[in-house]
T-cell receptor, first 116, second 110 residues
Framework: AQTVTQSQPEMSVQEAETVTLSCTYD???????LFWYKQPPSRQMILVIR??????QNATENRFSVNFQKAAKSFSLKISDSQLGDTAMYFC?????????????FGKGTKLSVIP | DGGITQSPKYLFRKEGQNVTLSCEQNLNHDAMYWYRQDPGQGLRLIYY???????QKGDIAEGYSVSREKKESFPLTVTSAQKNPTAFYLC?????????FGSGTRLTVV
């Protein structure tokens, strides 16, 4: 079974600063996908960034980037130049398409507060 | 626009009642998923369906039931057997970028 662990229930960062959210996962599979989702107070789930396990290059999306360490099963999210709109719950998630099921497994989330 | 529509946005249930949450999609995807979200618990899988007229239990299926009579629709019934139904419920469809989520239904027991 796959598990995803987010060890930081809450974090805060000053506006314009950089913050890193941690995520580790456990799987015996070799081909999988990892995601970071953002859930603002509206509760809409928004995809922030995704990483394919077969790619060595870390994914980046504007101010968001990941540090993917496959051997260590680590997938951290770095947010640069933090903005007030980044305040949200952030969920790390794992997907493996074995047996035709695309089930997402989520961590418990990190609540990020950006302080003006 | 392609997407997922969940209704209602807020739902109140009396003790002993069954209630049904609606999820409709126009993404033409075979698979649909139901997740439950509780504070500090992340999202947990209730049921999923990979094709019409077929569905499987997820990690926390007890007290819930589903049907999948049409590709576009995957309603979730919260039965009276679910002892703690107050939660936020999300419907989702898998895609190339992970999942597309509906906007959710907040269910409260009164």
């Amino acid at each position: 079974a796959q598990t995803v662990t987010q060890s930081q229930p809450e974090m805060s960062v000053q506006e314009a600063e950089t913050v890193t959210l941690s995520c580790t996962y456990d799987t015996s599979e070799n081909n999988y996908y990892l995601f970071w989702y953002k859930q603002p107070p509206s509760r809409q789930m928004i995809l922030v960034i995704r990483q394919e396990a077969y790619k060595q290059q870390n994914a980046t999306e504007n101010r968001f980037s990941v540090n993917f360490q496959k051997a260590a099963k680590s997938f951290s999210l770095k947010i640069s130049d933090s903005q007030l709109g980044d305040t949200a719950m952030y969920f790390c998630a794992f997907i493996y398409s074995g047996a035709g099921s695309y089930q997402l497994t989520f961590g418990k989330g990190t609540k990020l507060s950006v302080i003006p | 626009d392609g997407g997922i529509t969940q209704s209602p946005k807020y739902l109140f249930r009396k003790e002993g009642q069954n209630v049904t949450l609606s999820c409709e999609q126009n993404l033409n995807h075979d698979a649909m998923y139901w997740y439950r979200q509780d504070p500090g618990q992340g999202l947990r899988l209730i049921y999923y369906s990979q094709i019409v007229n077929d569905f499987q239990k997820g990690d926390i299926a007890e007290g819930y039931s589903v049907s999948r009579e049409k590709k576009e629709s995957f309603p979730l019934t919260v039965t009276s057997a679910q002892k703690n139904p107050t939660a936020f419920y999300l419907c989702a469809v898998p895609g190339g970028d992970g999942y597309t989520f509906g906007s959710g239904t907040r269910l409260t027991v009164v």
